[in-house]
């Protein structure tokens, strides 16, 4: 089975302009994650899929891999749609987000290897605890509820399940996919659905046309960086060293 991992990255973004270029300790932040998602063992390849010749190049003149692709994608899904389509020779998409540049390699792996466990397997992604209550109750922390088997039942802003009673662990979603390529593809035709209307969550999609999408635990923490605060506290983990891999070399 080939595993291709893609990173969607666009130039524009409203709290941060020029996000996938901004320097993280002497290289653009689209460098970083590019970086971090090479180490991964499970993965044959990895490439940028952007809709700026700026990206492009920053990935390229470091010795990565980049495609061009349509401006006018309405979703990242669109986007990675449009590199499945072009890249037939290979079984699963890994989507990670063009602005985590603290991903974990192993947890890239982990989403890969379930779909070598599970031939019926089509889509799966991440999810992590929330323990601060003002983090869950965060609309722009997006909550997922699974069964007793892992997969979601539901994604939502809202906090969920309600804490009537004491007991139930609140998990926040990480937004990291794994997909059959076959399956991206449907996937990406469908109509939007009333829930993912409702709550701007494309996930929910998958689950209102009876998807089973897996979802993995990790105690990772993540740092998505969508404000200069972000960026900063980005940059101080690289800067400080403290950032270590599993193979215990710093980066």
């Known amino acids: 089975m080939k595993i291709l991992c893609v990173i969607p ?18 290289k653009p932040m ?28 920053a990935v390229e003149q470091h010795g990565g891999k980049a495609m061009m692709t349509r401006a006018d994608h309405p979703t990242g899904t669109d986007r990675l749609a449009e590199v499945a389509e072009k890249y037939v020779d290979y079984d699963v998409i890994v989507n990670v987000q063009g602005d985590e540049p603290l991903i974990e390699p192993s947890l890239i792996d982990e989403l890969a290897a379930l779909f070598n466990e599970d031939e019926n397997l089509r889509m799966a992604t991440v999810k992590t605890p929330i323990t601060d209550a003002e983090e869950q109750k965060n609309p722009n922390n997006v909550k997922v509820v699974t069964d007793k088997n892992g997969f979601a039942l539901y994604f939502s802003r809202s906090l969920v399940p309600y804490p009537r009673n004491a007991g139930a662990t609140v998990y926040k979603h990480i937004g990291i996919y794994a997909y059959r390529r ?16 409702s709550e701007s969550l494309e996930q929910l999609r998958a689950l209102e046309n009876g998807c089973r999408i897996k979802v993995i635990e990790t ?3 993540f740092v998505g960086v969508d404000t200069e605060e972000d960026l900063q506290a980005v940059n101080d983990v ?7 891999d599993l193979g215990g070399c710093i980066l």
């Open 30 to 57: 689209i460098v970083r994650v590019y970086e971090r998602a090479a180490r991964a063992k499970n993965i044959d390849a990895v490439i940028v899929a952007t809709d700026d010749e700026r990206i492009l190049a």
């Open 9 to 26: 990255a666009r130039y524009a973004s409203t709290r941060l302009p020029g996000k996938p270029l901004r320097d993280i300790a002497g």
């Open 182 to 197: 076959d399956f991206l593809a449907e996937f990406a035709k469908l109509p939007a659905t009333p829930l993912e209307k």
């Open 219 to 221: 105690a990772q923490k």
């Open 238 to 244: 690289y800067k400080g060293n403290e950032f270590v």
